[in-house]
């Protein structure tokens, strides 16, 4: 079955530090994989999204992903936290390709930062 | 960019009462639009795709008669949750399909349903 995993429900780190939020997919296909953010009480927004092409992606507010097929890993870093990147991170997934949009997200994680 | 807007934003309705949520895309026609259900703390989860045109399709387990969903045009689909109960509180998030291929959805700020 397809799923996504999200390691550690909450990420606690010091602003200016390292972020690292890990995702991990199980698919029987190579999936599209998705990072969106979401600030309280609004929607999602994507940060950045794998689509076959360049296995580390960039995305917006200096957040990149890296694509690990050996790892089925597609974890979210940033080399320096920001108090404003406060939110909850989900990692979704699309397997189907073609005409099937359907998302699957990970559970969650939110991250604070401490000033 | 793609935008898709929500109305209302926040709802407060009795129990029993019928409640409608609009999805719009503002400057671009969604042929799909899927609805999700958010639980406090918990991940979204797909409650059903709305096809302009046609009748949506339910993902299992979720109620149907419920949760009616109507796409009437390129730009606008309703939820409509029936004889809301307090377990219907939830936020509801609706996104929409620009253009072609999986990485084309655009997510709504979303509703904040509150059944008392």
């Known amino acids: 079955a397809q799923s996504v995993t999200q390691l550690g429900s909450h990420v606690s780190v010091s602003e200016g530090a390292l972020v690292l939020l890990r995702c991990n997919y199980s698919?029987?296909?190579?999936?599209?994989l998705f990072w969106y953010v979401q600030y309280p009480n609004q929607g999602l927004q994507l940060l950045l999204k794998?689509?076959?092409?360049a296995t580390l992606v960039k995305g917006i507010n200096g957040f990149e992903a890296e694509f690990k097929k050996s790892e089925t890993s597609f974890h979210l870093t940033k080399p320096s936290a920001h108090m404003s990147d406060a939110a909850e991170y989900f990692c979704?997934?699309?397997w189907g390709g073609g005409s099937n949009y359907k998302l699957t997200f990970g559970k969650g994680t939110l991250l604070t930062v401490n000033p | 960019g793609a935008v898709v807007s929500q109305h209302p934003s926040r709802v407060i309705c009795k129990s029993g009462t019928s409640v409608k949520i609009e999805c719009r895309s503002l400057?671009?026609?969604?042929?799909?639009m899927f609805w999700y259900r958010q639980f406090p703390k918990q991940s979204l989860m797909l409650m059903a795709t709305?096809?302009?045109?046609?009748?949506?399709?339910?993902e299992q387990g979720v109620e149907k008669d419920k949760f009616l969903i109507n796409h009437a045009s390129l730009t606008l689909s309703t939820l409509t949750v029936t004889s809301a109960h307090p377990e219907d509180s939830s936020f509801y998030i609706c996104s929409a399909i620009r253009g072609t291929g999986p990485d084309t959805q655009y997510f709504g700020p979303g509703t904040r349903l509150t059944v008392l």
């Open positions: 709305s096809n302009e045109g046609s009748k949506a399709t339910y």
């Open positions: 400057d671009f026609q969604a042929t799909t």
């Open positions: 794998y689509t076959s092409a």
């Open positions: 979704a997934m699309n």
């Open positions: 698919s029987s296909v190579p999936p599209y």
